[in-house]
């Protein structure tokens, strides 16, 4: 059952609320995680109702609810088309998307998430993938090494450290967590050093994850999945994911302007639902993960 520990939602009134539920309808949480936001939305559902979820972690999957109306769908939600067809589900009402890393995972200290503990290098979300944050760091050229850096951690002195994990890693592999802190740790700007860590760790965990490729993948599919009316509710955690949220809901491209018709008319797939909403100082006081959360709604025309 639900387990608060494992994932404190986030925004979890706010999101919710953005589904506008209907108690009969049909609604998808595409990152279950400790089952807080599927919870919530359960409570909101009829006998009717039906609450799909998705999460390729098999930590979360302990989590599932016995409930006749909830089904978890134990995939990456990139594939969320393909599998909800295959539970005879072409069209919903509702989807909300709570994304990064949960609490649980963080907190795990060898799933290797977190700068805080020493750990083998993996910050895999399932843990069955092959690629691991192991690879990344010793087997990627110091060109891919800076490519990630820079796009996925915003980071200045990519070329840096590329260049550094590069030369160390001649004389032998860089195993866990702790020896590529030590080792980077000369180049971080002084009292900075944790603020950047912690976005190396970002840059690691989005490219062992395809974070953007999955993030794009989908929100290319929502547009056909929701009824007329049907709303996304949507959590992004950093500046990369935010952007492309915004520019799809925007014009349901991610980059350029969607194109005019002869009238000078656009047509795009959604309206955004009221303004950003960003967590309260209460609830980033009770709880830290959610000071860098950003809650996009929009409603599918």
Request: charged share 30%; net charge neutral.
């Amino acid at each position: 059952m639900n387990n608060q520990n494992y994932h404190k939602p986030v925004l979890l009134k706010e999101t919710v609320e953005g589904l506008n539920i209907k108690p009969s309808g049909v609604y998808v949480d595409v990152t279950f995680g400790g089952g807080g936001h599927s919870a919530e939305i359960l409570k909101q559902l009829n006998a009717e109702g039906k609450l799909f979820a998705f999460d390729q972690d098999k930590d979360a999957q302990k989590n599932a609810f016995d409930d006749e109306r909830f089904t978890l769908i134990p995939e990456n939600f990139r594939f969320i088309k393909r599998f909800l067809r295959l539970e005879g589900v072409r069209k919903v009402d509702g989807i909300l998307g709570d994304f990064g890393v949960s609490s649980h995972q963080f907190d795990v200290a060898e799933r290797g998430f977190s700068t805080r503990y020493d750990a083998k290098l993996d910050m895999r979300m399932n843990q069955s993938d092959q690629l691991s944050a192991y690879e990344v760091i010793n087997q990627y050229s110091e060109e891919q090494l800076k490519r990630i850096f820079y796009e996925y951690g915003e980071l200045k002195n990519s070329p840096k450290l590329a260049r550094t994990i590069v030369s160390v890693r001649k004389e032998k592999p860089i195993e866990t967590g702790d020896e590529l802190q030590e080792l980077l740790m000369p180049l971080l700007f002084k009292g900075k050093e944790f603020k950047i860590l912690a976005q190396i760790y970002q840059a690691i965990r989005i490219e062992v994850n395809q974070e953007i490729e999955v993030l794009k993948e989908f929100l290319q599919q929502t547009d056909k999945l929701l009824v007329e009316g049907g709303r996304l509710s949507l959590i992004s955690y950093h500046s990369l994911e935010d952007r492309l949220v915004k520019r799809y809901i925007r014009s349901g491209l991610f980059e350029g302007e969607p194109e005019k018709d002869f009238y000078g008319n656009i047509s795009v797939p959604f309206k955004k639902v009221g303004k950003l909403i960003k967590p309260t100082s209460k609830e980033i006081k009770e709880n830290n993960r959610a000071r860098s959360a950003r809650l996009r709604v929009a409603e599918k025309l």
